[in-house]
């Protein structure tokens, strides 16, 4: 992602965004290659939507500059954009039918009356909505005015679409169908998406690369695998996906110590001694007996998940999380085994010790029992 | 039981419509179709051709106040709603503060203000210019009116204008409309149903004022209410009174129906009389 050339079809350049005194986007730099199914991915108030709104033209940075095609496009209306916007809640014209929400766009262009008739009758049938063209927007399902939106958006062959939490509103199952959908869509349609969702999950189906962004800066960038298995810091290894993240020290190259013992592993390049956060997903652990086990702990909780056993275990005062097919019981003393390449190691950053223990409830069911929760998300929206 | 339970609530509203809106209709159309004596008569009916130039005049001053006081309230209410929440309610406030006191006296405040030695024409003297006459004028007529309907006319619209998800003016926006663009095909449709209130509200008392027109107008501007108010209390002339206000429903219900349609066709009815 280091290139910065003219295939990128849009380029962020040490952007800065404030809202009054809270710094939203912080110094930062993100270029997004053509035909490309990006993915903005943090929680609420860390600056993706903030990103978007800034791509689509909603919103002019307080520095820095953003690029089109190698071309600086601030002080450029959002109307002379060639991007198009799927909102979070649809945001379809009340006042028009399914037909007229799809051709707006084309429209306000004044392009020829057949020629409309024409791409709006592909539209549906890309969407699947051949026969609701006489039918009032608010007469549909959450998941038809989703397909609405992305017709109305995609009618206008933009260079770029722009998503904004567009599968929140929708129940768990559908969502999965339009993870699909969207992703295929992406496809047919040969299009650069952006899209945010603070949504793991979806980030990883659906992704060609993922950003990861919090605090207003990115915290990293690079395909859902590499996200995934070799998260550059803490904060990344616990959004994404569920992760024991425990404070260690690198004796020397492919040998860490902690927990008070030396375990093999595949990582290098840090200095002799260097304090580091070691990373173990849940699913990498294997429960043994305590006497073949590297590491021993006393099983604190056990919950059935279908697929797994999620299993808390306490090693000397740290909650491990480990995901097994095999069941044990509350009580029990075992070990855990641990291959050395399922170690990762993670250079300290100032997420480091805030992260990665299961003592604690997550952030997020802190920031559900405070009443301020989601208060961030709107002053996000207010920016403009 | 539900049903019961609603006529039963029903109930007090009923009769107090049958009483005080049904009954009283019915005597205007009584008295309307009768003479002096109380005999079954056209005669009052026939006499209305007399007053249609009234009934004109009437519908004249009201349509041009109608359509000053929504030139004036819409462009005002848009930008009413544009403004940050908090300083929306204070100035909501001062839209509505005039109507905490009475229309007569309200009335009563501006002839004294036109008043050829009024506050207004002091001023003009004291700066060496010619007093203007106001009172007696149309203009001052149609003044009246909009000053005293303006914020019926600016609270539907601001009403409309301020649900107004702004994520849709984003869409627009987004979807290539310029800012006349984004009013022209989006805020003007979507606030049709709050105009079309605002027309109503100021247009109906407007047609039947008779308050206004004889306090402003200096008694040289008969509208319709002045004619039915001058049967009525001057000349005692009951059945010609009830004929001409017959036909001032009228025209209102007709008007309504009209309006009525447009909103329906807007989609979402917004009529609130």
């Known amino acids: ?33 053509d035909k490309e199914f990006v993915t903005l991915l943090g929680p609420s108030g860390c600056g993706k939507t903030t990103t978007l709104r800034l791509i689509a033209g909603f919103l002019e940075p307080n520095e820095g500059e953003i690029l089109f095609d190698g071309v600086d496009v601030n002080g450029v209306p959002a109307h002379k954009r060639p991007v198009n916007t799927i909102f979070q809640r649809y945001a379809l014209f009340p006042h028009l039918n399914v037909y007229d929400n799809i051709a707006f766009g084309l429209k306000v262009a004044k392009v020829p009356k057949s020629v409309i008739a024409q791409r709006v009758s592909e539209m549906l049938e890309l969407v699947n909505l051949k026969g ?23 009618i206008n062959n933009p260079k770029v679409l722009l998503l904004d939490e567009p599968l929140a509103a929708l129940d768990a199952k559908l969502r999965k169908d339009m993870q699909n959908e969207l992703k295929s869509m992406q496809r047919r349609l040969g ?19 993922i950003v990861v962004m919090d605090n207003g800066k990115i915290q990293q960038i690079g395909s859902p695998t590499d996200i995934y298995n070799e998260p550059q810091n803490a904060f990344v290894a616990d959004f994404i996906g569920e992760s024991n993240i425990i404070d260690g020290v690198m004796l020397k190259d492919r040998l860490v110590r902690f927990h008070n013992r030396t375990l093999e592993c595949v990582d290098f390049g840090f200095e002799p001694n260097e304090p580091v956060d070691v990373v173990i997903r849940p699913e990498d652990v294997d ?3 305590p006497e073949k086990g590297l590491i021993c702990g006393t099983v604190t909780s056990v919950t059935f998940k279908g697929v797994h056993y999620e299993i808390i275990i306490d090693v000397d005062g740290f909650k491990w999380m480990v995901q097994t097919t095999d069941e044990s019981k509350v009580d029990d003393f075992v070990g855990l085994s641990i291959d050395p390449d399922a170690i990762h190691i993670m250079k300290k950053s100032e997420y480091s010790g805030t ?30 | 039981m539900k049903k019961s339970t609603n006529v039963f609530l029903n109930a007090p509203y009923v009769v107090w419509a049958g009483i005080f809106v049904v009954v009283p209709l019915f005597i205007v159309l009584v008295y309307a179709f009768t003479d002096a004596n109380g005999n079954f008569s056209f005669d009052s009916i026939i006499a209305l051709k007399d007053y249609w130039n009234n009934f004109l005049l009437s519908l004249l001053y009201s349509l041009v106040a109608t359509v000053v006081t929504l030139i004036i309230a819409y462009p005002f209410a848009y930008a009413l709603s544009k403004t940050p929440a908090k300083t929306q309610k204070i100035q909501m406030m001062l839209v509505m503060l005039p109507m905490w006191m009475n229309l007569l006296i309200r009335t009563y405040s501006w002839m004294n203000i036109l008043d050829q030695n009024g506050i207004i024409n002091q001023i003009l003297l004291s700066m060496k210019l010619k007093p203007v006459t106001f009172l007696g004028t149309p203009g001052a007529v149609i003044f009246g009116m909009v000053y005293n309907y303006l914020p019926y006319m600016i609270l539907p619209i601001y009403t409309v204008m301020a649900k107004m998800d702004n994520s849709l003016v984003e869409a627009a926006r987004d979807l290539g409309c310029n800012g006349f663009n984004v009013w022209r095909k989006l805020i003007l449709p979507l606030s049709m149903p709050g105009v079309i209130s605002g027309i109503t509200m100021v247009f109906v008392p407007s047609v039947s004022t008779f308050y206004i027109s004889q306090k402003l107008g200096n008694g040289k501007i008969m509208l319709i209410g002045d004619t039915i108010e001058r049967q009525m209390q001057a000349l005692n002339n009951y059945n010609l009174g009830a004929a001409l206000s017959l036909v001032l429903m009228i025209l209102i219900l007709v008007s309504m129906f009209i309006m009525n349609r447009f909103a329906d066709s807007t989609g979402e009815g917004g009529v609130v009389v």
């Open chain 1, 191 to 209: 299009i650069t998406f952006v899209f945010v969702t603070h949504d793991q999950e979806e980030a990883l189906s659906m992704s060609d690369t």
């Open chain 1, 287 to 289: 429960i043994v007996h």
């Open chain 1, 1 to 33: 992602m280091d290139g910065i050339n003219s295939s990128n079809v849009v380029e962020l350049r040490n952007v800065t965004v404030k809202f009054e005194n809270d710094v939203i986007l912080d110094n930062l730099s993100l270029a997004i290659r």
């Open chain 1, 132 to 154: 609701f063209e006489k039918r009032a927007v608010n007469t549909l399902s959450g998941g038809q005015q989703q397909r609405v939106a992305i017709a109305r958006a995609a």
């Open chain 1, 355 to 384: 992260m990665g223990d299961y003592s604690y409830f997550s952030d997020e069911m802190e920031e559900i029992s405070n009443p301020d929760y989601g208060n961030e998300e709107t002053e996000d929206e207010e920016v403009d």
